[in-house]
């Protein structure tokens, strides 16, 4: 009986959840479809199509049991598609019209129970998969503070269910208040939905702290070994010994955050040490410097033995949004949302992390940790130099969010939420 529950537990870590899901063909067009609003540039051996446009804010896309597509629009609610035999959506209609939804969204393995996140509350909904429906909405997680950091992501955990974790970033850009994990801010918890209060878990005083230090964790996504790995975007407009470092620095990060059903209390650093990219100041790619003392830190070396350091970083400024694990995470796809704070501008594109599974069995990213090209370009914005970001959402070119993998086999789903045109692009290996 031991050995039956470990497999189906592995087995819904791998997405077994998703076994009958009708596999699909890619299709080259779509009927009623418009043509991408904001050209993409593909790298070799990579196709990209448009599946769905005139949307609002896409932020988060997952998929039910039955393979309908649930998409998070912020500033409007949350939509479900489904799809005919040739690969476009057939009909879409409104799941869930709430105005202060903006990012989050996940369903139980089992596709009964839906989250779904705005800057101050986290709700939850019994969702029948068949019907398309929800019923029974509850308040789970209130009193999240509001700050320049107003999306909320939220994830369940596969093999507990009944653990979902809940981000919030900080509220300003450095937030030294955030230090303390009692603030509630530049942290990620977990909570217990089976034993949460009748009014809901309180965000600061409720649950327990899985990580904090991190800026703002937007993105994260579990291996297939139960790992969580974050997707964090740091600080802008930084000066150290008074050298303006803020084009190339500091790095932003893809964090291993540990086993949720394990770890608590990791602090990765913020808001006292972050990640150089650019070299500076006699500093390599992936080290950790103090820019300001605090939280028992007053050097360098301290913020070196102290804070957990990423694994990977990727370019200053690129604002990576969420991220996904194909099939059998051989590779990570990470969106990255563009930036506002470097010239030239970066981002505004669609990369791939090479993973490898350790003898351990562990997975972990293939570039050492001082790499500055552990990740390379699968479609991005024509010339991102030439890009924009005016605002959260309005630029002249594509605004990267959602990350999500096809269960019916079509390819990595991506979202914009350029705020001309919501849309959603499939990303294909040819």
């Known amino acids: 009986?031991?050995?039956?529950?470990?497999?189906?537990?592995?087995?819904?870590?791998?997405?077994?959840?998703?076994?009958?899901?009708?596999?699909?063909?890619?299709?080259?067009?779509?009927?009623?479809?418009?043509?991408?609003?904001?050209?993409?540039?593909?790298?070799?051996?990579?196709?990209?199509?448009?599946?769905?446009?005139?949307?609002?804010?896409?932020?988060?896309?997952?998929?039910?049991?039955?393979?309908?597509?649930?998409?998070?629009?912020?500033?409007?609610?949350?939509?479900?598609?489904?799809?005919?035999?040739?690969?476009?959506?057939?009909?879409?209609?409104?799941?869930?019209?709430?105005v202060q939804l903006n990012h989050g969204l996940a369903l139980t393995p089992d596709s009964k129970t839906l989250y779904a996140s705005g800057e101050r509350t986290v709700w939850s909904w019994t969702y029948d998969p068949v019907a398309k429906t929800v019923s029974n909405q509850k308040a789970v997680v209130t009193g999240i503070d509001s700050g320049i950091h107003s999306t909320r992501n939220v994830m369940v955990v596969k093999s507990q269910p009944n653990l979902i974790l809940v981000q919030v970033g900080s509220n300003s850009n450095l937030d030294m208040q955030s230090a303390q994990p009692s603030t509630g801010r530049a942290i990620i918890k977990i909570f217990d939905i089976s034993k949460a209060p009748s009014s809901g878990y309180a965000y600061k005083t409720g649950g327990e702290v899985f990580a904090y230090g991190l800026r703002n964790e937007i993105g994260f996504v579990q291996d297939p070994a139960g790992i969580v790995w974050g997707v964090e975007n740091s600080g802008d407009d930084f000066r150290l010994n008074g050298q303006d470092i803020h084009t190339d620095n500091p790095a932003e990060k893809l964090n291993n955050l540990g086993d949720p059903l394990t770890d608590r209390n990791n602090w990765y650093g913020y808001p006292t040490c972050f990640t150089v990219w650019g070299p500076t100041n006699g500093m390599k790619t992936g080290q950790q410097f103090m820019l300001a003392a605090g939280n028992g830190v007053t050097s360098h070396a301290d913020c070196e033995s102290k804070s957990k350091p990423p694994r990977l970083t990727f370019q200053a400024h690129s604002a990576p949004i969420w991220n996904a694990f194909d099939t059998n995470a051989t590779n990570m796809y990470v969106t990255f949302h563009g930036s506002w704070d470097r010239q030239p501008p970066t981002g505004f594109k669609v990369v791939e992390v090479p993973f490898t599974r350790l003898s351990s069995g562990a997975y972990d990213p293939v570039a050492p940790a001082s790499s500055q090209s552990g990740y390379k370009d699968i479609f991005s914005a024509p010339n991102p130099g030439g890009c924009t970001a005016n605002g959260l959402t309005n630029s002249n070119c594509i605004r990267l969010t959602a990350a999500a993998w096809d269960p019916a086999g079509r390819g990595l789903f991506v979202g914009s939420d350029n705020a001309a045109e919501g849309e959603i692009l499939i990303l294909s290996k040819k």
């Open 1 to 98: 009986m031991r050995l039956l529950e470990i497999a189906t537990g592995i087995a819904a870590l791998l997405g077994a959840v998703h076994a009958e899901v009708k596999q699909l063909p890619l299709p080259t067009s779509c009927s009623g479809v418009s043509n991408q609003r904001f050209p993409g540039t593909v790298a070799s051996g990579w196709s990209v199509m448009k599946i769905a446009g005139g949307l609002r804010g896409v932020r988060t896309v997952t998929w039910d049991i039955n393979g309908h597509m649930l998409v998070a629009e912020a500033g409007k609610g949350i939509s479900v598609h489904t799809f005919g035999d040739n690969g476009c959506i057939n009909q879409t209609s409104t799941l869930i019209s709430n």
